[in-house]
């Protein structure tokens, strides 16, 4: 295992990922300010754990399990099991193979069931890519997975979502 370079310099790293752990935090949260807590307080404990760092995974990996760590801290201390709202839709129009909305006619509230009812995985990466834009290589670091992974898991969950909305028509 290699050990944190010393050379690295935690100024250019907090540059560099500052925008990473912001979304990876938003769109856990939806909440702009508080995201931009948590990703402060992300930052200060890298710095203080910067030693521990072994290079098992990325840099930007690592930083984010830092965030999610923290993220469920304050989500314990104020009882909260999940304080994630979605846009209106399941929408991604900017996605690279032209993906559009999936059913704009259906109800938020059936929308939020069903992802609320997908797997752990897949609820995480519709969420990452509709709430915080990540791209899916983005998803796949860190979720530690490659970014075909993280298009295949959004496409099939997309797919399950269909398949359970059109039951409400």
Same mark, same amino acid.
């Given at each position: ?15 560099? +990922?500052? %925008? ?7 769109? /856990?949260? /939806?909440?702009? &300010? ?13 710095? !203080? ?18 965030? %999610?760590?923290?993220? +469920? ?8 099991? &999940? ?13 690279? !193979? ?13 929308? +939020? ?8 995985? &897949? ?40 398949? &359970?909305? %059109?039951? +409400?028509?």
């Amino acid at each position: 295992m290699e050990k944190y370079d010393k050379s690295i310099d935690m100024d250019s790293v907090y540059r560099e +990922y500052e %925008k990473l752990v912001y979304r990876f935090l938003y769109s /856990h949260t /939806h909440d702009a &300010e508080w995201s931009q807590e948590l990703m402060q307080e992300t930052f200060l404990r890298a710095v !203080n754990s910067i030693s521990r760092y072994d290079g098992t995974c990325k840099l930007s990996v690592w930083l984010c399990q830092i965030a %999610k760590h923290i993220l +469920y801290q304050e989500l314990r201390k104020k009882k909260q099991i &999940e304080t994630v709202e979605l846009v209106d839709y399941l929408t991604d129009d900017s996605a690279p !193979n032209g993906e559009t909305s999936i059913l704009k006619q259906e109800s938020k509230i059936e929308l +939020y069931r069903e992802i609320h009812l997908l797997p752990e995985r &897949e609820r995480e990466v519709v969420l990452y890519r509709i709430t915080g834009e990540l791209s899916f290589r983005e998803i796949g670091e860190i979720l530690g997975k490659s970014e075909n992974w993280s298009r295949t898991v959004f496409y099939r969950a997309k797919q399950k979502i269909r398949e &359970e909305l %059109k039951k +409400y028509e």
